[in-house]
């Protein structure tokens, strides 16, 4: 299942002379001397300063990309690229017969062959979708698994095949296996797994058969929306070096999982804290809403006698009544709830003019000396 096998001594040049795609590249780049040889020997001069403008021109954008891109794959396609262009601007000064006949032979070898994608496989396993459920189902193997979804077909996951190999020598271990489906040969496997063919290459990591990331995210059909994957990319989006520290050092595994179970309950406690003082806060309020109502309605009914009353005579009563309130600290209950029996018995009076003065006119009935 892990497909290894031995390479040969020198795998660049087993690749040249078996692989279709670079035999017929470097058969139309060797052709180039024979073409050269038609040249009128006026265009001599100019054709060979056009050759060192093309090649140095070359040669820069050759450097660029060895240095820029992580992958052999994606260096050599690019780097083929930039060596047609420049191979088609030189046939045109040439000959334009020149020009499109090797156009039309670039055209051939791009329909009738491929670039081959890295045949290595590291430490990482090659599936088949029976085979994947298999291994995330029994359990048997590892808690993790890393898997690349690619197509052979596609340029895209030609030019990053080398990155799931490279990045399984590194961090797999008894805790994560990485592994490789090829959903070319199973289209109607994608639409199970969630993914388009256009989509490709992704990158899932299953914890015991349950996915928990997924690289790239779902998105739009948009070319613009396709992110660059690279090796840093996928470490930092599936915590590999994490993994890793925590696999081979048992003592930070367990030290990480104390600072997590403290962490939580800091957080708990903290938050159990802010409920309480959050609650202990209403209920102040709640008590200086209920004690700023008693008294505005005690000065209310001091005013109300006194239409004329002026501010600083309000304010006064005001204070007065506040000082009266608090003479009773023994039970701050029974003080509120008698300022409340005050407040309800003048009001009552408010309301019902006639009774206060028939009790008045009883008052003074009852002042009067004898009757003679």
């Given amino acids: 299942m892990n497909g290894q096998r ?23 780049f060797s052709s180039y001397f024979a073409a050269r040889a038609t040249n009128s020997p006026d265009l001599s001069h100019c054709l060979l300063q056009r050759e060192i403008q093309a090649i140095l021109a070359f040669s820069v954008l050759a450097v660029v990309k060895m240095v820029k891109e992580e992958t052999w794959e994606a260096c050599i396609a690019d780097t083929l690229l930039y060596a047609k262009g420049f191979l088609f601007a030189l046939a045109l000064v040439i000959n334009h017969h020149v020009a499109i006949c090797y156009l039309v032979s670039f055209l051939v070898i791009f329909v009738l062959t491929q670039q081959p994608p890295y045949d290595g496989v590291g430490d990482s396993s090659q599936l088949t979708p029976l085979q994947l459920e298999s291994v995330l189902t029994e359990g048997s193997t590892s808690r993790f698994w890393l898997v690349e979804f690619r197509s052979s077909c596609s340029p895209a996951c030609i030019r990053t095949s080398r990155i ?30 969630g993914i388009q063919l256009g989509q490709l290459p992704t990158y ?3 914890d015991n058969a349950v996915e928990v990331a997924r690289f790239p995210e779902f998105y739009s059909e948009a070319k613009a929306s396709i992110p660059t994957i690279t090796k840093n990319i996928l470490c930092r ?14 003592a ?7 600072v997590v179970t403290e962490a939580d309950k800091l957080i708990n406690g903290f938050d159990m804290s802010l409920s309480l003082k959050t609650n202990n806060n209403e209920a102040e309020m709640v008590e200086c809403e209920v004690l700023w109502a008693v008294l505005s309605e005690a000065v209310k009914e001091k005013v109300k006698p006194k239409p004329g009353l002026a501010i600083d005579e309000a304010l006064e009563n005001h204070v007065a009544f506040y000082k009266q309130f608090k003479t009773i600290r023994i039970n701050p209950k029974l003080s509120l709830a008698s300022a409340m029996r005050d407040i309800a018995k003048k009001s009552s009076q408010s309301r019902n003019p006639n009774k206060g003065f028939c009790g008045s006119k009883i008052a003074r009935t009852m002042s009067c000396g004898p009757w003679v």
């Fill in 237 to 250: 989006h599936f915590d590999l070096d994490r993994r890793l520290i925590e696999y081979n050092d048992p």
């Fill in 6 to 28: 031995s390479r040969p001594l020198f795998p660049w040049i087993n690749l040249m002379a078996t692989e279709p795609f670079y035999v017929l590249h470097i058969a139309a």
């Fill in 204 to 206: 899932i990591l299953f």
């Fill in 164 to 193: 799931v190999p490279d990045l399984s020598t590194v961090y797999s271990n008894k805790s994560i296996s990485f592994g490789i489906v090829d959903l070319g040969h199973f289209p109607n496997v994608a639409e199970k797994i």
């Fill in 252 to 258: 930070l595994r367990r030290a990480c999982s104390d």
